[in-house]
């Protein structure tokens, strides 16, 4: 509004007393349109028939293995445990000779008086340990309280220093025999 003196006129006013338009020249102009030179093409759509489409079953999700990445990273996974296995085990194996040598190499530098010191002091153990079980099961027996259970047990300590002596025994063998 524009105040001049005491004349007040609104821009209402200015614009009703101009020329009057007509009702082509009130509308708005049309939105631009977009022309489409291009024809329509189905090259990029997927032809159901053709065999590249394939189809999930329906059990995929229950699957252990979904994907073929996913079974080449297990692949590769069992392998290189497998490799670390075989590995230990060499690592094991070397252990085990190491300490196969160290003892028969300590057997073989026995002197002839040591090495039958030894097998003596070995027969004379074993005939006490055997001696001793046999007195406590014959005293167990006249008491009346020698069961399977305690026989099973003086079985098993003579069972385990007869593998102990076999075991030693191989090595003092391997030893004399490297000696002469």
């Given amino acids: 509004m524009a105040n001049q003196g005491d004349l007040t006129v609104s821009y209402a006013d200015v614009a ?26 189905t090259s990029s759509l997927v032809d159901v028939d053709t065999p ?14 979904q994907t073929e990445t996913q079974a080449s990273r297990r692949e590769r996974e069992e392998e290189a445990a497998r490799a670390e296995a075989d590995l230990a085990k060499k690592k094991a194996a070397g252990k085990a000779r190491k300490a196969d040598n160290a003892l028969t190499r300590w057997f073989a530098g026995l002197g002839d008086g040591a090495s039958t010191a030894l097998v003596v002091s070995n027969l004379v153990g074993v005939i006490g340990l055997s001696g001793f079980l046999g007195y406590k099961a014959w005293d167990l027996h ?21 593998a102990v002596e076999g075991v030693f025994g191989r090595y003092l063998y391997k030893g004399k025999k490297k000696q002469s």
Avoid: H, Y
């Fill in 142 to 162: 006249e008491k009346g309280r020698l069961g399977w259970k305690g026989v099973g047990l003086g079985l098993g300590v003579l069972g385990l220093v007869g």
């Fill in 52 to 65: 590249s489409v394939r189809t999930v079953p329906s059990d995929f999700a229950d699957q252990d293995v």
């Fill in 16 to 41: 009703a007393s101009g020329p009057k338009q007509s009702a082509a020249e009130a509308m708005a102009p049309p939105p631009p349109e977009i022309q489409n030179s291009e024809s329509a093409s």
